[in-house]
C-alpha cells in the first residue's frame, strides 16, 4: 500500500511511523486509519525490527479526528442504523494493535495529543513528550463519548478520579499536569525529543527481543487479568525462559563481565 497520510521509514531496527498531515494538524481520517492497519501488518513482516516509533509531522502529535469523517458516520446512522457505523468501526486502526504488536512502541508526543490522538499515545507502552504537550479527550464537547480505548486505558494508567476530569470535561491538560499524573515516561525540550526517544530505543533494543515481547506480554495482562491468574501466567514465561538461548547468554555474560550477544532464541 503506498502511503500518503503517513510516512513509514525503517533505520537501524527503528520503525518510525509519523502522521504527515501537518495543514490539519495531522488530524485522523478514513484514510489514515487504512494506512496504520497496513502499516502494522507491514511492521509484522520486518526481519529485525525491534522498537516502533509513532510522531507527529511539524509541531503536533495528532489533533483528534477529522470532523468530516464523523458527520459521515452521523449521516450512515440515520440512513442504515448506528449498528452500521460499528461495522465500518470494527475495520478501523485501533490502538490495541500497537499493544499487540511483539515490539515496545514508543509515542514521540510535541503539540496536541487530542481526541484520537490521545488515544493512539494510549496504546503505547512509553510516552515522551515536550513541556508544550498537551492531552486531550474532547469528544463530549462534540455530543459524543471517547471510542478509541481512552475510557479503558486512561483509568488504569491515571487513575478513576483523574480519567473522569478528562473524559467528562473535555479540557486538555499540560504535559507537567501529565507527568504528575503519571501519562508520560518524560518530559523534555522539544529538541530534545528525538534524543530522548532514542536514548529509550537503544536500551530496549540492547536486550534479548525475545524477553522483551515476552515482558511485554506480561505488563499488558493487567489489562484483560486478574492479579492472581496474572501472576500464574506471567511464572508460566518465567519459567520458560530458562529454556533459552539468552537466558544462558545473559547469565554467562554476567559472570564474565561482558556484553550479552542476544539472538533472540
Not at 78 to 102: A, C, M, N, Y
Request: hydrophobic residues 45%; glycine residues 8%.
Amino acid at each position: 500500500m503506498r502511503f500518503e497520510t503517513i510516512l513509514y521509514e525503517v533505520n537501524d531496527g527503528i520503525v518510525t511511523i509519523t502522521f504527515n498531515r501537518p495543514k490539519v494538524f495531522n488530524a485522523y481520517s478514513e484514510q489514515m486509519s487504512q494506512e496504520l492497519v497496513a502499516a502494522v501488518e507491514k511492521i509484522k513482516g520486518e526481519d529485525g525490527a525491534r522498537v516502533v516509533i509513532l510522531k507527529g509531522a511539524a509541531d503536533n502529535f495528532l489533533a483528534g479526528a477529522d470532523i468530516t469523517m464523523l458527520n459521515s458516520w452521523s449521516k450512515v446512522a440515520d440512513e442504515q442504523g448506528w449498528e452500521k457505523v460499528r461495522e465500518i468501526l470494527d475495520h478501523h486502526f485501533s490502538p490495541t494493535l500497537l499493544e499487540k504488536l511483539p515490539q515496545p512502541v514508543i509515542a514521540a508526543v510535541d503539540g496536541m495529543a487530542w481526541g484520537m490522538g490521545s488515544e493512539i499515545a494510549l496504546g503505547c507502552d512509553f510516552r515522551i513528550c515536550t513541556d508544550r504537550a498537551s492531552f486531550a479527550q474532547p469528544e463530549i464537547n462534540l455530543g459524543i463519548i471517547t471510542g478509541g480505548g481512552a475510557s479503558q486505558r486512561l483509568p488504569r494508567i491515571v487513575g478513576k478520579a483523574k480519567a473522569m476530569e478528562m473524559i467528562l470535561t473535555g479540557k486538555p491538560i499540560s504535559a507537567q499536569d501529565a507527568y504528575q499524573w503519571g501519562l508520560v515516561n518524560q518530559v523534555v525540550a522539544p529538541e530534545n525529543l528525538d534524543s530522548a526517544v532514542m536514548k529509550i530505543a537503544k536500551a530496549i533494543m540492547s536486550k534479548s527481543p525475545l524477553m522483551v515481547n515476552w515482558a511485554k506480554q506480561c505488563v499488558n495482562l493487567v489489562l484483560d487479568h486478574d492479579l492472581e491468574s496474572g501472576i500464574a501466567k506471567e511464572l508460566t514465561q518465567f519459567s520458560k525462559t530458562f529454556a533459552t538461548h539468552d537466558s544462558k547468554e545473559g547469565t554467562a555474560a554476567f559472570l564474565e563481565k561482558r556484553k550479552a550477544n542476544f539472538t533472540g532464541k
